[in-house]
């Protein structure tokens, strides 16, 4: 297992994630948990969205395979590069255009007058999503070079742009910051392109697609397109349950009280931590290692690997499981509170961010045991799980967001993301997943979460004494 691919990796998300987290610490301080905030989160909302599924690993997941196999590699990155560009261009200016009905789709339960002030909003964040998927085919380019770090450090130029907009326009009144974050949100897409060509220079990249562009129209490739795109739809769909589910939530968390989308999104920040530091980042380390050697036969290589990543992440994510759950209310008050967010809406979010976390072992390890559905084309597999576990989240969001509101939305995502692990784990092979826990790690694992959880569960009792007599 490259553990320096995978540690360099974990840096650059760590530094994105700080960078992130510190966004949006003035995100709250300037905007609180109110009307403008939830407005700029249901904008920001779809680009993010499809932001997490090119960027963790769906497109990267379905195109990589497919470019391995490939005997005319330049040909056929350019040939997806620019369908890919030109569908996603014309569906930008169509939103541009008519940004009110895409904004009613992702606030089913706002007023019309609400949707007029979010749509203009939303028709300057959706460009984004030309710019992220630059960035991810950029990206997937350099990891078949194995080379990680440009991407995972790319993304704190997006925080830092925001940080920027945020930094200059804290004391304007709530619509400029809402709109500076928009345009933030567009130079940061910018900025990230031009790190990755920068690096696809230095690896002489840039070769491979010039002349992919010269032979863009030879007719040898067609077959691996048609292939390709059996794949991508599947790949979709399989990678993005959790996008998918949060979308969902924040739906219907329009149906809830003011800030609730607010506070869904504070709370999922802090969940995205761990997932993307640990499980993200191991499974982007792994997927072309693992899809070379199933490519040629080295199974053997391969569920070695599949062992070690899962004792990684097994202890890590356990961990971070705990904190976040026992720990909850000292880290949304150290993270968020101050300006105009509140106590009370400290609270709502460490509730909702306990949900999140129940969720958090069973999403890190159904990505990394999905990394063989994909390097073996069961693209439609993985497809097939994804859906269940989106209807059970789903369900389980009608059923809970009223009884408990915000962090009933959280909980029904970790519920999905159960159902996502234990069918996962069945489809690559239940007996491979009892190999890997007959090891006397399994007792190492379960006397950690019981030491781990006493430690914290003192530490939390310690730390809320501190913060309410503060």
């Not at 106590?343 to 990505?367: I, N």
């Given at each position: ?48 969205l ?13 195109f990589?395979?497919?470019f ?32 009110e009905?895409i904004?009613?789709l ?8 609400l ?19 630059i ?10 070079k ?7 450090l ?20 709530p619509?400029t ?18 790190a ?32 390709f795109?059996?794949?991508f ?24 009280a ?7 999104f504070?709370?999922n ?47 890590l ?6 904190g ?10 150290l ?21 999140y976390?129940?969720g ?27 859906i ?10 009608w ?15 970790s ?14 092979g ?28 003192a ?12």
């Amino acid at each position: 297992m490259r553990l320096r691919s995978i540690f360099t990796n974990s840096f650059g998300i760590l530094l994105s994630r700080i960078t992130g987290l510190g966004r949006d610490v003035l995100m709250a301080s300037a905007l609180g948990a109110s009307v403008w905030s939830d407005m700029f989160f249901i904008a920001f909302k779809l680009p993010n969205l499809f932001r997490r599924i090119f960027a963790e690993g769906a497109f990267t997941q379905a195109f990589m395979p497919s470019f391995i196999a490939s005997r005319h590699k330049g040909v056929f990155a350019t040939a997806i590069f620019l369908r890919f560009l030109l569908f996603l261009a014309v569906l930008s200016l169509m939103v541009t255009l008519f940004p009110e009905p895409i904004t009613k789709l992702m606030a089913w339960g706002w007023s019309w007058d609400l949707i007029e002030q979010t749509a203009p909003l939303t028709a300057i964040n959706f460009w984004y999503l030309d710019l992220i998927f630059i960035v991810t085919f950029l990206a997937t380019l350099l990891q078949y070079k194995e080379h990680f770090a440009t991407t995972a450090l790319s993304t704190a130029l997006l925080n830092i742009s925001m940080i920027c907009a945020l930094w200059f326009y804290m004391k304007e009144d709530p619509k400029t910051v809402a709109y500076a974050l928009s345009v933030a949100v567009l130079v940061g897409g910018v900025l990230q392109i031009a790190a990755h060509l920068f690096t696809l220079k230095h690896f002489n990249l840039h070769k491979l697609l010039a002349g992919g562009w010269k032979y863009r129209h030879s007719k040898d490739v067609k077959e691996e397109e048609r292939h390709f795109k059996t794949l991508f739809l599947p790949g979709i769909l399989g990678n993005s349950t959790p996008q998918i589910s949060a979308f969902i939530d924040t739906l219907l968390a329009t149906f809830l009280a003011s800030g609730s989308v607010s506070f869904l999104f504070y709370a999922n920040r802090v969940f995205q931590l761990p997932l993307a530091l640990i499980a993200i980042a191991t499974a982007t380390v792994l997927f072309p290692t693992v899809s070379k050697a199933l490519k040629n036969k080295e199974e053997e290589k391969a569920y070695a690997n599949l062992t070690q990543a899962f004792w990684l992440l097994g202890f890590l994510l356990g961990a971070a499981m705990l904190g976040g759950m026992l720990l909850a209310e000292p880290i949304v008050w150290l993270l968020f509170e101050r300006g105009k967010f509140t106590q009370a809406e400290t609270l709502q979010t460490a509730y909702v961010l306990q949900m999140y976390m129940v969720g958090l072992l069973p999403f890190g390890l159904a990505k990394l045991f999905s990394l063989f559905l994909y390097a073996s084309h069961r693209h439609r597999k993985a497809a097939k799980i994804s859906i269940y576990s989106l209807i059970a989240s789903v369900s389980a969001s009608w059923i809970l967001m009223h009884p408990l509101g915000a962090a009933g939305l959280a909980l029904a995502s970790s519920i999905g993301g159960w159902v996502l692990f234990i069918f996962t784990v069945k489809e690559v092979g239940v007996e491979k997943f009892m190999q890997i826990i007959k090891s006397k790690k399994l007792f190492y694992w379960i006397g950690m979460m019981m030491v781990a959880g006493m430690i914290l569960y003192a530490a939390n009792t310690w730390l809320l004494t501190l913060i309410r007599d503060h």
